[in-house]
């Protein structure tokens, strides 16, 4: 079956970054759109960006010019860069393949003021 793994959550102050990843398993569709979702506390959960197989991109206004989508496709990995982060980007972060429907089970994300 298909299998979404994410990694690279943690605690870091705010401004720091880290690099969120998700190893993609069994997708066998020839296009894709795969995206990052969070989820914070008491929140519903939100679009935070999404990476056609064409290579477009689209962010959350929140998270423009902070965040950086990409895929390696020879390594089946979306990452999620996020840079000059603040406290309201805590959350629990997803990665998602949209066309199919998979979803991960979520990497926590906890920026100290």
């Known amino acids: 079956g298909v299998q979404l793994v994410e990694s690279g959550g943690g605690s870091v102050q705010a401004g720091g970054s880290l690099r969120l990843s998700c190893a993609v398993s069994?997708?066998?569709?020839?296009?894709?759109?795969m995206g990052w979702f969070r989820q914070a506390p008491g929140k519903e959960r939100e679009g935070v960006a999404v990476?056609?197989?064409?290579?477009?991109?689209n962010y959350a206004d929140s998270v423009k010019g902070r965040f950086t989508v990409s895929v390696d496709n020879a390594e089946n990995t979306l990452y999620l860069q996020m840079n000059s982060l603040k406290p309201e980007d805590t959350a629990v972060y997803y990665c998602a393949a949209l066309v199919g429907g998979y979803w991960g089970k979520g990497t926590l994300v906890t920026i100290s003021s």
């Open positions: 069994g997708y066998t569709y020839s296009t894709y759109c």
């Open positions: 990476i056609d197989s064409d290579g477009t991109t």
